[in-house]
């Protein structure tokens, strides 16, 4: 699954009285026949099903999930006599206990339900998608929502053969995992009945159905028929997609060295999708803006957003659907992989978007969110749904894929490639844990693999490297210390007992050669060859681990970054010296003197690295008082650059730099303040709303914002007239954003009445983040988020109640820290309490960082 993390507001538990328990495993599933046959005008299904199963002990109760539905009848048959069955609801494991009178011996058996549901409205298990024409039946079952669509065994690895039928109105289509291998007429006037092929043997949360008027763009890759589906009134936004689909299908088959392995696939986008998209075997489903792409004005992010996830899902395919972990505390181990893979693929497709570099951005993303002291470990224990929910979060995505990422580099992508193959061959169709995939990858390198995998997925936190050097004759004595970092001050003083082995990655300055030393204890002292100035600590930049240095050797090495560092190294500066500031182990003068020297910097990658605190020193460090000569800095130290880039595209530029321009546009008018180009966003934006394809797409998004946070009612209206209008998943999602950026207060609360209406769809609801984060306006929608908070449970239900708490992290003030704690713990929300000590590690952290450094940057901006 690909999550939504912006501050992703997605939804919350109907039962809040769900314990999840896992079933006995004396009842193993081999195969289910289901019929379904839903009303899509009623927003009701009926089904009946055949689970044919081996029972492995005598005994006369069967106990499987189910949630929502009600059962008509059971029964189950084994030795040729059938018995009808009753059957007992248990809603709070959301289980249901069939009962037979006489004793059922071990061995085969079949279980027989008919049942009832309703498509609910909740983005979950078998839920109607509503658009203005026409209602639809769709499914997203991960993690544990299969139940709310049939009987069965809900857990990853009851693996078996779902065989599907579906009875549909006349002039509807229906799409599943298998291909359709029959449609014959009836039952009755104005129904078709469709039959798929036997899916593979795959767990019950990877089962896909979607009913509706969809057309589908054709095409095909190694023989593999591929298809793009999406309403009617949307095919012409699919084009994008299957080309990407295509390539990246042609360069999994050769890397997996397992062919696509289901037949078809299929590609479906919808409205009314919670997550960002579902890996379902042979038939991903998506939410509209991380598929549809308008060719004509698509911005450079968005084109290579829904190519990532695209490659996400399909990377998927092979790992997580055809090898599936055993339970759901490995599931970092899926989410972790798809994460790391999905670059490759485009990188191969498309060279120019330098997606090497992007994947460095990715590690820095993890090791943030890695650095709070409450943070979990990859691996952590899950028993209920809500707390298997937020086991799906950046920890799962980004510091697994990020510490694959450090793995692969340090055993060889050859060497690791082949081990990959090797595990997937032993456990396809299977399930697997995550020691046998580290044991794999240690077996094929012969490097200790398991112990590194080991210490970085079960302790939690990443480590700073401190490196001095010295040159010694011809040879330079490296010193190497590790400590945990974590982004507060006094507990990194205080100092963790956590040791990792890290497979450090040096650079030494007098032979450019990377080496590796694997540095396994708090500190150690060895040689390298070559008498060298300085030695960087992490070659290539893929490290799981920060760095720092002696300030003298720092000065020395920061001489040469240009000139001798790649891009993925460059990109890794900027961000390891933040860290020291964060913790007062650098002055924030310091690190913007640093910056300053990298000017002459336009890979995008490492621009976007060094300006990516400017925001939280803008609206959180820097005092009142101070901020016009802050915003002044930024104004000094962007202009050049802006200058550089110029005004407009010129014939033949790389999309790369036009999207830097965007991204330089966007910081010079919002943090820079600079007038000239506040008033270029607002004839940008103008033009926009009449005519969207007449304005490059790098800054409309960023115009539209920058033209709210200068704009008043007049325009609101406007806005809100375009976003109901508005042709593209993305012009949809610009003004969605700009909405909750208007500093007049009374519009932060139109703004609410306005997402929590008719006109913003419940998937869409994230974006109530956006007034909160707006400092301008943050107490007053803190207010009403508060207000409006039964509103909100009442539009959003799934269960991912998790991901409201983290809004009590986007604060910098211990008054709004207290009473946003004070307020998710009284909404006794199931699975929240460590990402509400998350969000207080985060606020603190945020406090902390003021407190340390407002003096150093009133004292540097004074000079
Ligand atoms: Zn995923």
């Not at 028929?225 to 009617?232: A, D, E, N, Q």
């Not at 095919?235 to 997609?241: D, L, P, Q, S, V």
């Not at 092979?318 to 670059?343: C, K, R």
């Not at 200068?710 to 999602?733: C, I, M, R, S």
Request: one cysteine or more.
């Amino acid at each position: 699954m690909k999550r939504i993390f912006v501050l992703a507001l997605v939804s919350l538990g109907a039962c809040l009285c769900a314990r999840g328990q896992r079933l006995p495993d004396t009842v193993v599933p081999e195969s289910y026949d289901l019929t379904f046959a839903p009303d899509l005008n009623k927003a009701t299904f009926s089904g009946t099903e055949t689970i044919h199963v081996r029972l492995l002990k005598r005994t006369s109760t069967v106990t499987l999930n189910a949630a929502e539905l009600e059962f008509q009848e059971a029964g189950i048959s084994a030795r040729g006599a059938t018995q009808a069955a009753t059957f007992a609801f248990d809603p709070g494991k959301e289980q249901a206990t069939l009962t037979v009178a006489k004793e059922l011996a071990a061995g085969p058996a079949e279980i027989r339900i008919r049942f009832t549901g309703i498509l609910n409205d909740k983005l979950r298990g078998f839920y109607l998608s509503k658009s203005e024409r026409r209602n639809y039946a769709v499914t997203q079952f991960e993690n544990t929502d299969a139940r709310r669509a049939f009987p069965s065994f809900d857990e990853p690895a009851f693996k078996a053969v779902f065989n599907i039928t579906l009875v549909v109105d006349k002039g509807d289509t229906a799409i599943s995992n298998g291909k359709i291998v029959s449609d014959t007429p009836g039952p009755g006037d104005g129904k078709h009945t469709l039959k798929f092929s036997p899916s593979p043997k795959m767990s019950s949360y990877l089962v896909a159905m979607l009913v509706g008027d969809f057309v589908c763009r054709e095409g095909g890759a190694d023989g593999i028929p591929i298809r793009v589906c999406s309403l009617p009134e949307k095919k012409e936004m699919t084009g994008f997609a299957l080309e990407a689909s295509e390539n990246i299908l042609k360069f999994y088959d050769k890397y997996y060295a397992i062919k696509y392995p289901y037949g078809k696939l299929d590609h479906i986008v919808f409205p009314d999708f919670a997550a960002g998209a579902m890996e379902n075997v042979a038939a991903i489903t998506y939410r509209d803006s991380f598929l549809l792409i308008d060719e004509k004005t698509a911005s450079y992010d968005s084109k290579q957003n829904v190519a990532n996830t695209i490659a996400h899902e399909m990377a998927h395919q092979w790992f997580g659907d055809l090898v599936t972990m055993q339970w759901w505390n490995d599931i970092w181990l899926n989410e972790g992989f798809a994460t790391w893979m999905a670059w490759k693929p485009l990188e191969a497709w498309k060279p120019d978007w330098n997606m090497q570099q992007q994947e460095i951005g990715e590690t820095l993303g993890a090791l943030g969110a890695d650095s709070l002291p409450s943070v979990r470990t990859i691996r952590a224990n899950a028993e209920t749904p809500a707390d298997i929910a937020a086991l799906f979060d950046g920890i799962a995505y980004g510091k697994a894929a990020s510490v694959l990422r450090m793995v692969e580099a340090y055993v060889g992508p050859e060497v690791f490639q082949k081990g990959v193959n090797a595990y997937l061959e032993k456990h396809k169709y299977a399930n697997a844990t995550a020691g046998d995939f580290w044991n794999q990858i240690t077996e094929t390198s012969s490097k200790p693999v398991d112990q590194i995998m080991k210490s970085f997925t079960e302790q939690p936190g990443a480590p700073l490297v401190s490196l001095k050097s010295e040159c010694k004759g011809d040879k330079t004595e490296v010193n190497l210390t590790q400590e945990r970092y974590v982004s507060d001050a006094a507990k990194m003083e205080a100092g963790y007992d956590q040791i990792w082995p890290i497979p450090v990655s040096l650079l030494p300055s007098a032979t450019k050669q990377p080496i590796y030393h694997l540095l396994t204890k708090k500190e150690e002292t060895f040689e390298v060859p070559g008498c060298s100035a300085w030695v960087y600590g992490n070659a290539g930049g893929r490290g799981y681990y920060r760095t720092s240095y002696d300030p003298a050797e720092f000065a020395r090495m920061a001489k040469d970054v240009e000139s001798t560092f790649s891009p993925e190294e460059r990109v890794r500066v900027p961000s390891d010296a933040w860290a020291l500031v964060r913790v007062g182990r650098m002055k924030i003068g310091d690190y913007l003197n640093l910056l300053q020297k990298m000017q002459a910097e336009r890979s995008r990658e490492v621009v976007l690295s060094m300006i990516a605190h400017i925001p939280e020193i803008h609206d959180h460090f820097v005092s009142a008082a101070d901020r016009p000569a802050f915003e002044e800095w930024v104004r000094d130290f962007l202009r050049p650059i802006a200058a550089d880039l110029g005004n407009a595209p010129v014939a033949g530029e790389p999309a790369e730099r036009q999207a830097l321009r965007g991204d330089v546009f966007g910081m010079l008018a919002r943090y820079g303040r600079d007038p000239e180009l506040i008033a270029t966003a607002r004839a940008t934006a103008d033009q926009y709303m009449k005519d969207p394809q007449s304005v490059n797409p790098e800054l409309a998004g960023k115009a539209l914002t920058i033209s709210a946070m200068n704009g008043d009612t007049a325009l609101y209206d406007q806005f809100v007239a375009h976003l109901k209008t508005a042709k593209t998943p993305e012009e949809y999602g610009f003004y969605l954003q700009a909405l909750g950026f208007f500093p007049e207060k009374t519009l932060a609360k139109r703004t609410f009445d306005l997402f929590l209406g008719p006109d913003v769809k419940n998937q869409d609801l994230y974006a109530l983040a956006f007034p909160v984060v707006n400092y301008e306006t943050q107490s007053e929608a803190w207010e009403l988020f508060k207000t409006d908070f039964p509103a909100i449970l009442k539009k959003v239900d799934a269960p991912d109640a998790v991901y409201l708490a983290q809004l009590a992290g986007v604060f910098c003030d211990a008054g709004l820290r207290d009473d946003s704690q004070k307020f998710f713990a009284e909404q006794n929300l199931p699975g929240t309490k460590r990402i509400l000590q998350n969000a207080q590690d985060q606020v603190n952290a945020c406090i902390q960082v003021r407190d340390l450094q407002q003096k150093n940057l009133s004292a540097y901006l004074e000079r």
